[in-house]
């Protein structure tokens, strides 16, 4: 996203050993050989002075609609497997896959993803997905997990923030949760940084979940890998 620069700078002035920090970096779509994925993870580790990444991903898949697309998916992640061969990602996934396109993959991948990124909050529950995952082995990370303004506003939201005294951001950290993904929320607010950091009082019923579990298309990104890409 154009911030490894900021981020080498942070995790050298932090003051905290390597070890105690988990850096994620992916692979832009535009990059299509294996020897591209190679060469594009050298040169963000040179430029962050990094040994290694502890997950580089794949940020999309190719489309469907695009010919030669499991060909050109199993090229890039031929690379992936080789970083992590060679010790330069501890760990490699993939993000916004789809079950078709983890299945073509399955099909001559030596090393299965580890992880799959994928859109999830309330409002955006891809369940076949997360199902598909768990029972592959695939640990899922959430982006985008607190929605969107939409999704915070939403009366549900409110409701079981005040019920559970939290803020509906929290409501939607404890969801992904519960739901077994790992949450990776942003914001530019210190403030907000720590209330998400602080969720772990909130205990949702499994009527609550329910009741979540059943909201639809509520603060959906538009974004889909077999759809709409961002540039």
């Not at 430029?47 to 010919?67: A, G, N, Q």
């Not at 990370?141 to 999704?151: F, H, I, N």
């Amino acid at each position: 996203y154009g911030n490894e620069f900021y981020v080498a700078r942070a995790v050298r002035s932090c003051g905290l050993p390597r070890n105690e920090l988990f850096i994620t970096n992916k692979l832009w779509k535009s990059f299509r050989t294996a020897d591209a994925a190679v060469q594009v993870c050298k040169k963000s580790l040179k430029l962050m002075k990094l040994d290694y990444f502890d997950l580089y991903l794949v940020h999309w898949p190719v489309s469907i609609t695009e010919d030669g697309w499991q060909d050109i998916n199993a090229e890039v992640w031929s690379g992936l497997e080789r970083l992590y061969e060679d010790g330069l990602a501890r760990a490699i996934g993939v993000s916004n896959y789809k079950i078709h396109h983890l299945n073509a993959l399955r099909r001559s991948a030596h090393i299965l993803p580890m992880v799959n990124q994928i859109e999830c909050h309330p409002g955006c529950l891809p369940a076949e997905l997360i199902q598909y995952c768990r029972q592959q082995g695939i640990a899922l990370q959430a982006w985008r997990p607190l929605g969107s303004g939409e999704t915070l506003s939403h009366p549900l939201l409110r409701e079981l923030g005040c019920s559970h005294g939290a803020s509906p951001a929290q409501i939607c950290l404890a969801w992904c949760r519960l739901h077994g993904l790992v949450p990776l929320p942003r914001s530019r607010s210190e403030e907000r940084m720590r209330e998400n950091l602080e969720f772990s009082h909130v205990a949702l019923s499994p009527q609550d979940m329910e009741r979540l579990n059943a909201l639809e298309d509520v603060g959906c990104s538009g974004l889909d890998a077999d759809g709409r890409q961002p540039d």
